[in-house]
């Protein structure tokens, strides 16, 4: 089945500064690829996705990138915020019904 | 904008009870899903549930678990024998479709085994 490695655990950056996320997959059939913010006690909310017909995306200060070769997509935080702070999931889906997520990145921006 | 909805937001149980989870999803969604957090932990996919029966279901989802649908707005977790292991997060989620389609999360409901 699928599985879904995500690397950092957790990231401190400086307000203003960049954030990379990365995320593995196995399963070459995924290609569906959402990311997801989750602030303390929380529920997960969608922040941007990424179809495997697309090799990037951006949405305003977010961006995601795609490789399908290399089964690799990475998130991007650019101009951090202290509001940007929460845990980070990146998922895959095969087109089926089910969703993997990545175990989580806690991002810490320091004002 | 429409929300999926989820009750109670917690709930306590001795080990052995059985606990229902209830959900209401976003109306014009065909496709519903409950996944599991256990504190400080990644969100883990238990089953899908579409046309009125289980499409896809994880290995955590044993036969101590099942969905069900009693009626046109309701979506129901049942665990038959709680777990203390069973304490989490429990989130239900609903999408329009499943190809590509944005899943949309309740707020979830904490439960803790005792």
């Known amino acids: 089945g699928e599985n879904v490695e995500q690397h950092p655990s957790t990231l401190s950056v400086q307000e203003g500064d960049s954030a990379v996320i990365k995320c593995t997959y196995s399963d070459s059939a995924s290609n569906y690829f959402p990311w997801y913010k989750q602030e303390l006690g929380k529920r997960p909310q969608l922040i941007i996705d990424i179809r495997s017909n697309v090799g990037e995306k951006k949405d305003q200060r977010i961006a995601v990138t795609l490789n399908k070769t290399a089964k690799h997509f990475s998130l991007h935080i650019t101009e951090t915020q202290p509001e940007d702070s929460a845990v980070y999931f990146c998922?895959?889906?095969?087109?089926?019904?089910?969703?993997?997520f990545g175990a989580g990145t806690r991002l810490f921006v320091k004002a | 904008e429409p929300e999926v909805t989820q009750t109670p937001s917690h709930q306590v149980t001795q080990m052995g009870q059985e606990v229902i989870l209830r959900c209401v999803p976003i109306s014009n969604h065909l496709y519903f899903y409950w996944y599991r957090q256990i504190l400080g932990q990644k969100v883990e996919f238990l089953v899908s549930f579409y046309n009125n029966e289980i499409s896809e279901k994880s290995e955590i989802f044993d036969d101590q678990f099942s969905v069900e649908r009693p009626d046109g707005s309701n979506f129901t977790l049942k665990i038959r024998s709680t777990k203390l292991e069973d304490s989490a997060m429990y989130f239900c989620?609903?999408?329009?479709?499943?190809?590509?389609?944005?899943?949309?999360f309740g707020p979830g409901t904490r439960l803790l085994v005792l």
């Open positions: 989620a609903s999408s329009r479709g499943v190809t590509g389609e944005t899943q949309y």
């Open positions: 998922a895959a889906n095969t087109g089926g019904f089910k969703t993997i």
